[in-house]
């Protein structure tokens, strides 16, 4: 190599997008590096005053609700912790600068306040006593908490850079992805993220080659910096020598020949050898994605993730908004079905400012999705008014998310009844006759899918929760994403369960989470039984190559056949066998 060359360097981490990326990246490091800095008049700062106070107060209350659940959780010694967290919210000194510099700088006050904070850490800091560098650390703890309840009023404008880029960060949250510029994004690379991570399934729905799960990998780089991302093996390559470069070129193109001759099969349907109609719809989270569902050859859409409307904004979205939004897209899909899940936020899908949830130790195991709209039956019956108002003009369903029982499932039900009869006494028009699904992605929804099943005129099974609740393995935790094992028996077993709860009471079943995009494991999914599979839109022309190369009694032996192996990679190995013999070089 020669001198002026940089030696290359390779980070592995998980591939969940296949392809690669090659450019320049931008670092995102954390919610400190995305405060932006602007000027502001004098006759704004009352305003800015005000917003600093109520961003004050709201980390206050949030600090005092996680101090008294842990304090009753985990026991009042430990819940002491925050006092310190608390006394800076508090710190007259820390506050009056602010307050000083806003004048002085007239600047906007989420940059002042980092600036002031920052500067205040780094002295602390800098005093040889372990005691003021712990103070340091719980300004700046607190600092980040501050910043984030002020942009909850302020969309995100850091991940609208206009250059093409490969973005490194920290985490992608479902806000930041709704709110990136996505045209300009080559490639995505995280320290946290597994395959089911949001940032993992936008990035398959955009076809962005993406590696996540390299741990510290923002610390390390610099934005600028020359990288080749490898989204099929995981890995991230810093200045990529030219042999590397040649290398993936070859790989490159011999993946176009593969997508080009895929691209002759859109107008096709997705039917097995032995004459079986599988129907391969595709999953959507912004109404702008509609246009990559018959572009891919899905027979519209399976999943509709309506949570994506309520990000990034700060009042709700409107009943005639959302109609509107519903009815584009069921019009430019019919007649194919648009299947709206009702908005499923909590998790790690948070609205600040529009529907606020308070920071919870298991958010996951929280108030997330029908718990929450069950709680808040204006917000619920908003949404449900524009989608039953919607299906008049177009073939839509409903569906609802994080189903766990009956008991949830008739609440839901009774009110979607509640606007049903609202509407039809006004005259409004609506689909009488609309399907009503429950998405199963709770182990005991699967369990009581031969009950669940009467309610309702389908199941969608969200795979991704299921296996992270049924494993217990958080789906976005990368430490542990090596223990995320679709093929783990339990989940072979629960698939199975749901698919014949279904068909013994006579309603379709289909898969609407990552395993359904997952070529490998479609033999397994139609020899469950499956009558639907929606994947990303770009994942659709190679699930609907595997459906075509299958012949159903084939997929059911090896269902029988898995059904007796005890460890997850034996059954994906016997998966893998299949995949290969029918169509080897849509794997790897
Ligand atoms: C799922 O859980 O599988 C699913 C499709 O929903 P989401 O990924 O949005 O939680
Ligand atoms: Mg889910």
Same mark, same amino acid.
Request: proline share 3%.
């Given at each position: 190599m020669s001198g002026g060359e940089r030696q290359e360097i390779r980070f592995e981490g998980a591939g969940v997008?296949?392809?690669?990326?090659?450019?320049?990246?931008?670092?995102?490091?954390?919610?400190?590096?995305?405060?932006?800095?602007?000027?502001?008049?004098?006759?704004?700062?009352?305003?800015?005053?005000?917003?600093? /106070? !109520?961003? *004050?107060?709201?980390?206050?209350?949030?600090?005092? $609700?996680?101090?008294? &659940?842990? %304090? #009753?959780?985990?026991?009042?010694?430990?819940?002491?912790?925050?006092?310190?967290?608390?006394?800076?919210?508090?710190?007259?000194?820390?506050?009056?600068?602010?307050?000083?510099?806003? /004048? !002085?700088? *007239?600047?906007?006050?989420?940059?002042?306040?980092? $600036?002031?904070?920052? &500067?205040? %850490? #780094?002295?602390?800091?800098?005093?040889?006593?372990?005691?003021?560098?712990?103070?340091?650390?719980?300004?700046?703890?607190?600092?980040?908490?501050?910043?984030?309840?002020?942009?909850?009023?302020?969309?995100?404008?850091?991940?609208?850079?206009s250059e093409l880029h490969i973005l490194v960060a920290h985490n992608l949250t479902p806000s930041d992805t709704a709110s990136m510029n996505r045209a300009n994004v080559l490639g995505i690379a995280t320290d946290l993220g597994s395959r089911t991570s949001h940032a993992a399934i936008l990035a398959r729905s955009l076809n962005i080659p993406a590696v996540v799960g390299l741990h510290d990998i923002t610390a390390k780089l610099e934005t600028g910096q020359h990288v080749l991302v490898d989204g099929s093996d995981g890995l991230l390559i810093v200045n990529p020598a030219p042999e590397t470069i040649a290398h993936y070129a070859e790989l490159e193109s011999r993946r176009a020949r593969v997508v080009s001759q895929l691209k002759q099969l859109r107008t096709t349907r997705s039917t097995t050898r032995d004459g079986r109609h599988i129907v391969l719809s595709a999953n959507i989270e912004l109404p702008e994605d509609v246009e990559a569902v018959a572009a891919n050859g899905a027979e519209g859409i399976g999943l509709y993730r309506t949570e994506f409307l309520y990000l990034n904004r700060t009042t709700l979205p409107t009943e005639d908004e959302q109609f509107e939004t519903y009815r584009k897209v069921a019009e430019r899909v019919r007649p194919d079905p648009l299947i709206i899940r009702t908005f499923d936020l909590g998790g790690d899908k948070l609205a600040p400012g529009t529907v606020d949830i308070t920071d919870e130790l298991n958010p996951f195991l929280g108030w997330r999705a029908i718990r929450l709209c069950l709680e808040n039956i204006d917000i619920f019956k908003t949404q449900l008014r524009a989608i039953l108002r919607a299906s008049a003009v177009g073939n839509i369903k409903i569906m609802f998310p994080m189903i766990s029982g009956l008991e949830e499932l008739r609440g839901a039900k009774a009110v979607l009844a509640e606007c049903h009869e609202e509407l039809r006494r006004s005259g409004v028009p609506l689909d009488e006759e609309i399907e009503v699904g429950a998405m199963i992605e709770i182990p005991s929804a699967a369990l009581c899918a031969n009950v669940l099943a009467s309610e309702v005129d389908f199941f969608s099974i969200g795979t991704n929760d299921l296996i992270q609740y049924t494993l217990a393995v958080d789906r976005v935790n990368e430490k542990i994403a090596h223990l995320y094992e679709p093929t783990h028996p339990a989940i072979l077993r629960l698939l199975r369960m749901i698919a014949e709860a279904a068909h013994a009471h006579h309603i379709w079943v289909g898969v609407c989470g990552e395993m359904a995009g997952d070529v490998a494991l479609v033999p397994l999914l139609l020899g469950l039984g499956m009558d639907e599979l929606s994947a990303g839109a770009t994942s659709v022309p190679r699930v609907k190559r595997a459906v075509q190369s299958l012949a159903i009694p084939e997929c059911r032996e090896l269902v029988e056949e898995t059904l007796k192996l005890n460890t997850s990679s034996e059954i994906l190995s016997r998966c893998l066998e299949l995949a290969d013999k029918r169509y080897g070089d849509l794997l790897g």
């Open positions: 997008s296949p392809g690669m990326a090659c450019g320049k990246i931008h670092v995102v490091r954390d919610d400190l590096d995305d405060v932006s800095r602007y000027r502001i008049a004098p006759s704004q700062i009352p305003d800015e005053i005000g917003r600093f /106070e !109520t961003a *004050l107060i709201q980390t206050r209350m949030q600090i005092l $609700e996680m101090q008294q &659940r842990i %304090a #009753e959780s985990i026991g009042a010694k430990d819940a002491a912790i925050f006092d310190a967290h608390l006394l800076v919210v508090e710190d007259r000194t820390l506050i009056d600068e602010v307050l000083r510099k806003l /004048e !002085t700088d *007239l600047c906007n006050v989420e940059w002042v306040f980092q $600036e002031v904070a920052t &500067r205040y %850490a #780094e002295t602390l800091n800098k005093i040889d006593d372990p005691y003021l560098r712990e103070r340091a650390l719980d300004i700046q703890d607190v600092t980040k908490r501050v910043i984030r309840n002020l942009q909850g009023k302020a969309p995100k404008t850091f991940l609208a850079l």
